[in-house]
């Protein structure tokens, strides 16, 4: 299939040829949903702790006589029902990850990649540098490109020039075509790719055995 191509003024200058099978995947929203819940899981740390009564800093020496008070039965200072004692059923450090598999993860970003050129979120750009750090050349290419809300700007390779002049854009965020994943693909509400970054995604995801490969034709790891 044919995508037009643009310029920094948002004119079309030509078109580019790309794969079907990236661009133009058939839909596949449990897929999507499974692989982004997934990787939200992944991120998270699971860090979380509370004490329970047993792990609380305080005498075991029982409050008041059981009976003949006039108050409610209680025991130590650690009960769960008094401020500053243990927490019932609280949070524990756990590992939330999830494993799914490569071809999974592949399929679905090609899924998400191709929900946004039918949706017509995807804009490829002939070239986009920038010499010196700018964000006003950042908010000027999207202003020009007509594009509104949460903007993913993906490049062929790490462009830190470009990354610090998108920092001060507003809903506008910088990843390179190696680092696209499905949560970032999927969030975005439009994408704009340089053409280098187009042809740099085909050599990872337009295979046939299922597995990314680099240009050399060695295997890399996908981006979680």
């Keep these: 299939m044919e995508l037009s191509v643009k310029n920094r003024n948002g004119d079309v200058v030509g078109s580019v040829d790309v794969s079907d099978r990236v661009w133009s995947a058939p839909s596949n929203d449990s897929l999507l949903h499974q692989i982004v819940q997934a990787q939200l899981a992944n991120r998270r740390q699971g860090t979380h702790e509370t004490k329970t009564r047993g792990q609380v800093n305080y005498s075991t020496r029982k409050l008041h006589a059981q009976k003949h008070s006039g108050r409610a039965r ?44 039918r949706e017509d979120r995807l804009t490829i750009l002939d070239e986009f540098t920038i010499d010196t ?45 190696d680092c696209l994943n499905v949560t970032t693909t999927v969030s975005a509400a439009h994408i704009v790719a340089t053409r280098g970054a187009v042809e740099r995604i085909e050599s990872l995801w337009d295979v046939t055995d299922g597995e990314a490969m680099d240009a050399s034709g060695d295997a890399v790891e996908v981006s979680e």
């Design 74 to 117: 209680l025991g130590s200072r650690k009960s769960p029902t008094l401020v500053g004692g243990g927490v019932i059923f609280g949070p524990h450090k756990r590992s939330y990850r999830q494993r799914v598999p490569k071809k999974m993860r592949q399929q679905a970003l090609r899924v998400a990649l191709s929900e946004k050129v």
């Design 133 to 177: 750090p700018k964000t006003k050349q950042v908010v000027e290419l999207v202003q020009a490109l007509g594009v509104t809300g949460r903007t993913l700007l993906v490049t062929e390779a790490n462009e830190p020039v470009v990354v610090l002049s998108a920092r001060g854009a507003e809903r506008v965020e910088v990843t390179f075509a």
